[in-house]
Each structure stands twice: as C-alpha cells, then as structure tokens.
C-alpha cells in the first residue's frame, strides 16, 4: 500500500475516504451496443446462424421457383388455360408483395425470430396442401397463400442476421447470406432432374399422384430445415435491446460470447448495455384502430425528411434492378432454346429473337400434354446458379477493399459493356456469357439490402427492409410480364433502352448512404484486442 504507483491506480478506481477505511467502487460506463456485440467475436454461433438464415433466404427462392419448374407436367392432370398458367406463374410473386410490409411491421413489433418461425411453418403447410391440388385454382390459391407467408423469410432475415454482427463483420456475412439465394437455382433444378422424369402412377385420395406433386413436396424440405433452425435461436440482442430488455439482451450476449470463445459466460467482459429507444410492442395493440396507428407509425419514419430521398433511392433501385434480372431471367429458356434453333450457326441475339413469335409459343396444348421432360434448360441454370454463387463469393470477400457503393458501380458498368456486346457478339456461347452478366444485375440486390439495412435504425428496419423487397418483388413481376415480349417484339430499341437504364441506375447507385444516419462509436482497442482473442481461428472468416 505504500506503493505511490499503486495508490494512484486505487484512486483511479476506487473512492478512498480519508481515513483509507471504505473503498467504494465507481459504477462502470454502460457498453454501447456495437461495443457489446464486438466483445462475443465471430464463431460458431455466428456460421450456424449464416446457415439458418440462408436456408430461410433460399426456401423463399425455392418456392417461388419451384411453380415454374412444374407447368409443363402439371398441364397433364389440372388442364389450365393459359391464362391460368400465367395467373399461376406470378402467383407466388403477388403473394410476397402484399405481405411484404405485414411482415415487416410484425417483424419489428412482434421479434424478428417470432415472425420468422410462423411466417415458415404456416407457408410450409399451404405449400404441402398446394399439392394435393384437385383443379387448378386451388394450385393457384394455395401458392398465392405459400408466397404471402414466406415473404418473411425473405427481408426479416436481412434484420434477423445483421442485429447479431458489429460492424466489421455484419457486411461480409450479409452479403454471404444473399448469395443463398443463387444455392436456391442450383437446388430446384437439381431436383427437378431428379424428380420429374419418374413415372409415378400412384393413386392418392383419388388422384393420380404424378412426380409434380412430389416436387413440390419436396421444395417444402428447405423451409422445414429453417424452421427448424430458427427455434434453436434467440431473439435479437439489439430488438431486446430497443424494447427495453437490456437484461435479456445481455444474457443473450454472453450466451453468444461462450458459443464463440468456448468459455464460460460469466468471463464476458460486459455488465450493462446502455438502452436504446423507439421500439413498438404488440402490446401496445387493445383494438383495430390502435392496430392500424401502429402500423402508420413504424411506416412513416421510412420517409420522414432525413430519410425521404435515401429510400425512395433504394425502393428506385430495387424496382429496376429486379425488373430488368428477373425479366430477363424468365425468359432465358425460351431464349437458350431459339438459339439451339439455328444449329450453332453464328447469329446476332435480337435477329433470333425478332423471328420468333409469341403468340406462336402460346397455344394451348394441354390436350396433347406430355410427361417427358427435358433436362438441359435444368442443367444450363444449375450452372448459371453456380455462377451466381461464385459472383456472391468474390462480392463477400472484396467489399471491405472495394466498398459496397464502388463494388455496384463497378458490376453496373461490367453490366453496361455487356449490353453494348449483345448488340455485336453472334457467337452462341458469348451471347449466353453475356446475357448472364446481365442478369447477374439482380445479385447487386443483396448489396443494396446490405446499405439499406445499415440505414435504417432497429425499431423500423425489418419493416424498411421488407418494404423495399417489396418493391423489389413488385419489378420483378412486371418485369416477368412487359420485357420478354418487348424483347421479341422490338429487341435492338429494348436492348439500348435497358442500357439508358443501367446508366441511371449507376447514377442513382453512386447517391446512397454510406452509413446509418446514426453514428455508431468504434469499438476501443481493448474491445478489439479481447475479439482477437476470443474468436476461433478455425471458424473465423479472415479480413484479409
């Protein structure tokens, strides 16, 4: 005690009365958040719930996918118009978008975990149902209902993943988490060669059990595997947090903390985390109209005065980038197969599409249908999807050099000279590599997810994240339905409008927010040394 250097570090710490007799200790400052969640490290808690997060990502994909894959066989036993294949193609799609902003604002009043496990399992059991369809509305309803509640699958996730990351790993794993969703275009496909080409002829209550109905059966795996998955998580530290349940949240840390380093959660270095404000609670709800103010309020900060250009800028981007993939992306079988037409014969694309007739290819043949099916349309999108997963790799592992704004302007302009090339190239391989470059447009969607959850605080970002995934959706219909046949009714005028298109995109890319409008405080350095010391080398994803 006579030590001068150790009596100046006690009264650094400690209230030393003048006889030396009471020593009170002065309450530690309350972690910030970012500073809680940069102490539990990146571990196996953080892969596992990559995972989990990714299979809810992917069965939203699945689903929605899955419909198109089944047309030609299901023609055999339903006999729809085609009117009704089209009502049935889109059906799916229709349904994410009028839940979408439900989702979203149960997401942020109800716990993004809870909205998840029932959004899944009540999707999970309309998919199962939508295949023992006797006629073909009921396919089409119970599709419609399979979409309307597996939209929270496709932005809760986006808030569900990002709220237990710091900031110098919430990036690349989102980023990584999108990328599931080009595993869902490997996945369908490879089952649908594996299914479709049975002959199945069981009867079951009646009907003909045709290898259509196993399919879509078996898409249904996906959204199980999730929900099992999510039942094993907790709910979000930072929502616990933003509700006023710091105890909860804390425990939630420390839990995630022992996970990671693998040592007891007593060790985590954290006593209190500083609340946080601004939450909704169902709670809150005693009747319809409360209900419906609830609602106003979660939705109108997304376009109060700070924040109006930002979103409309996303919702913008969103809308044309889905509307321009997707557009393309429905129609690529049709496009692959005119080209197959002119046995390897080099051609320019836009002469191969203006000789083909829609109309043509839109008879209704349900009364000669057949059961064969073939296969190479499947093959050439599991490798157009293992593309696309590799693009989602190289996005992960160079955006902390690039930047995710440089990274969007880069792959647009890529994007840009591959339009250009479509318009000269006439061999059949390099009009296929470019038209996936093109497509591929739609993978920059998860590095505008990524922004636009950076943007928006906790209490309203799973209701933002899900209302631009609407929008986003609502492009990819329209694009489904209006740029193929323009494509093939005046493709050269589509071709250079789609290029004015990107342009405007890259503007309208280069004017989004870098951060949250809230200022996040760094982690100190000693948060940073007990992350290097506590997180797995085994399972971390190297920065480098």
Not at 40 to 63: A, N
Not at 80 to 103: K, W
Not at 487 to 493: E, G, H, Q, T, V
């Amino acid at each position: 005690m006579d030590n001068s250097g150790y009596v100046i570090d006690c009264e650094s710490e400690f209230a030393i009365s003048g006889d030396r007799e009471e020593n009170l200790s002065v309450k530690p400052r309350p972690h910030t958040f970012e500073e809680a969640i940069t102490l539990t490290g990146v571990g196996r808690f953080h892969y596992k719930l990559l995972l989990i997060c990714g299979l809810c990502f992917m069965g939203v994909m699945v689903e929605i996918m899955g419909v198109s894959l089944i047309m030609n066989q299901m023609k055999c036993d339903l006999q729809p118009t085609l009117d009704q294949q089209g009502i049935l193609a889109s059906a799916g799609f229709l349904g994410v978008v009028l839940s979408s902003h439900a989702m979203g604002f149960l997401a942020d009043t109800w716990g993004r975990a809870t909205t998840l496990k029932y959004a899944l399992c009540l999707s999970s059991v309309c998919s199962i149902v939508s295949g023992f369809s006797v006629n073909i509305w009921m396919l089409i309803v119970f599709r419609f209902l399979t979409g309307f509640f597996i939209s929270g699958g496709q932005a809760c996730v986006f808030s569900l993943c990002g709220e237990f990351h710091g900031n110098g790993s919430r990036v690349r794993h989102v980023t990584l988490l999108s990328g599931f969703l080009c595993m869902a275009m490997i996945f369908a496909p490879a089952m649908a060669i594996g299914i479709l080409p049975l002959r199945i002829e069981t009867i079951v209550l009646g009907m003909r059990f045709s290898s259509w109905r196993v399919l879509l059966l078996a898409n249904v795996s996906v959204s199980l595997l999730a929900l099992v998955g999510i039942s094993t998580l907790p709910e979000t530290p930072k929502y616990l947090l933003v509700q006023g349940r710091g105890d909860q949240s804390l425990e939630i840390l420390r839990s995630i903390f022992a996970t990671n380093s693998g040592k007891d959660p007593a060790e985590y270095p954290v006593k209190e985390v500083a609340l946080e404000s601004g939450g909704a609670s169902l709670s809150d709800v005693h009747g319809f109209l409360d209900a419906v103010r609830l609602v106003w309020h979660q939705t109108v900060p997304l376009f109060h005065r700070q924040r109006l250009w930002h979103t409309l800028n996303i919702c913008c981007i969103q809308f044309l980038m889905y509307f321009l993939a997707q557009g393309i992306f429905m129609w690529f079988p049709t496009i692959l197969d005119e080209l197959g037409t002119r046995n390897g014969n080099d051609t320019l694309l836009c002469d191969v599409l203006q000789d083909f007739k829609v109309d043509s290819g839109s008879r209704d043949d349900s009364a000669s249908c057949s059961v064969d099916v073939d296969t190479s349309t499947y093959q050439v999108m599991i490798i157009i999807g293992a593309c696309f997963v590799m693009i989602y790799l190289l996005f992960a592992y160079i955006i902390d050099y690039i930047g995710k704004k440089n990274l969007l302007m880069a792959w647009m302009v890529l994007t840009i000279i591959f339009l250009v090339a479509l318009h000269y190239v006439e061999q059949f391989a390099l009009v296929v590599i470019a038209l996936t470059i093109v497509m591929a447009i739609g993978n920059c969607g998860g590095l505008v997810s990524t922004i636009a959850m950076e943007f928006y605080p906790t209490h309203i970002n799973a209701m933002g994240m899900c209302f631009i995934m609407m929008v986003g959706r609502l492009g990819a219909v329209m694009g489904s339905n209006l740029l193929g046949r323009l494509l093939f009714a005046s493709c050269d005028n589509v071709f250079w409008a789609l290029l004015a298109l990107v342009v405007l995109l890259c503007s309208l890319g280069y004017l989004l927010p870098e951060k949250s409008p809230t200022r996040q405080k760094k982690p100190t350095a000693t948060a940073k040394a007990i992350v290097a010391a506590t997180t797995s080398p085994i399972f971390a994803i190297n920065s480098k």
